[in-house]
């Protein structure tokens, strides 16, 4: 009976065992120059084939790179250069050995450069990278919140090192996409060694209901040049100086948070480039529709428990897609200061609360939307006369089939969904 042994040996290890096999041999030829001191003919033999051996470290390293590259992943988190590195140090330690060098000739003072810039590369921007990586993740999950690794950039090579290298490289590779933090956690030492700037989108989270503004001190000690594009506050807010050091992020498209009843601050036209805006409690007045007004991109304003002001008088027009509203009371004067917006309006769960003797006034309103309302056949045919309306959509209300025949022979024009 024939048995074959059959070996998986994995590029790390190939390197590591070479590396290795390499300072045996190093040292082994020094000791015996060391003893042996006339004749060494060994050292005069690597003497005269020095460009031979400084060929053959440059093809060493660049099969260690294009490997990195081509095969590993290693080239998206350092070890490539990290790896190359040291391994043209421990050659350059072979062939100084072998040659019993007593000088440093300028060649190789140049090749150790070389070789001690690619391992400072490989550890600064990847080894280093994900070991702070694997601290930020640990903190975030032992204070509650959870972190979400890499989800957009998972067609990108996965990175393969073998086991016994975990200790030494660590695991955390992929790199974050997005985190929920809780909010008492994101101070300014945290966000100092975390890499936060990885993530596309922080949520803060106020579980324990304490009605916290975020750190300012930890919004400043992040990097306005990350590619943050998405921030929120739940249970939280931001206070003026939270809002105007967040501005400063060019990326961030959309922005949630807690107004506790208090009017939207004017540091809120300061995000040009937002696109999406989420509130809780926010007090909407005319300052407020103002503000919103300055924001020349926002696409979709989502309310949630908004606190109605008694009158409107304000002349702006703001341009948003979808003006999304949940909970509270609406009256005939909230819907005519809603139909200023040059939008689609969607409520969910609020109370309308229209009068019969007065309608509302909403000449720019393309689409409702309504989702568990009160509506009645009454109150729709109230919309019957919006100059602009498109769509409409009824999720659960109090209107009957008559009423929606009603309603379709009025605006025959208007694309209607009705779902009991």
Known sequence: ???????????????????????????????????????????????????????????????????????????????????????????????????????????????LTLCLSLVF???????????????????????????????????????????????????????????????????????????????????????????????????????????????????????????????KFSAIESLAFDCYGAPLNSQIKQFQNLENLYLTNPKFDDVFIERIDALPKLFHLNLTDPVFASDFSTSATPAVDVVYISGSTIETGTLSALGAFHSSLAFSSSTLSLSRNELPVMPHTKGLYFYQCNLTDEMLMQFSALPQLEHLSIRSGNVTRSGQEAFRELRPNVAMDFVR
């Not at 390293?61 to 590259?69: G, R």
């Not at 972190?147 to 590779?173: G, I």
């Open 1 to 111: 009976m024939r048995y074959r042994l059959v070996v998986h040996l994995d590029a790390l290890t190939a390197i590591a065992v070479f590396n290795a096999a390499l300072l045996l041999i190093g040292i082994a030829a020094l000791s015996f120059y060391l003893v042996v001191r006339p004749s060494r003919p060994l050292a005069d033999w690597a003497r005269k084939r020095r460009r031979v051996f400084w060929v053959a470290g440059t093809v060493y390293l660049a099969s260690i790179l294009v490997t990195a590259y081509f095969q590993t992943g290693w080239y998206r988190h350092g070890i490539g250069l990290f790896v190359a590195g040291l391994s043209g140090l421990i050659w350059t330690v072979f062939v100084a050995a072998l040659a019993a060098e007593r000088t440093i000739r300028l060649q190789t003072l140049l090749w």
């Open 121 to 247: 590369a490989g550890w600064t921007t990847g080894i280093n990278r994900s070991r702070s990586r694997a601290r930020m993740i640990h903190a975030i999950e032992a204070a509650g919140g959870s972190v979400n690794m890499d989800r957009l950039r998972n067609t990108e090579p996965t990175v393969h090192l073998p086991k016994w290298s975990f200790a030494f490289f660590d695991t955390s590779w992929d790199r974050v996409s997005d985190a929920i933090i809780p909010i008492e956690a994101f101070t300014p030492s945290a966000v100092r060694s975390w890499c936060l700037d990885e993530l596309s989108e922080i949520y803060l989270l106020d579980a324990k209901n304490q009605r916290m503004a975020v750190d300012a001190d930890a919004i400043a000690a992040m990097d306005p040049d990350s590619q943050l594009d998405d921030f929120g506050v739940y249970g939280g807010t931001i206070d003026s100086r939270g809002l105007e050091l967040l501005a």
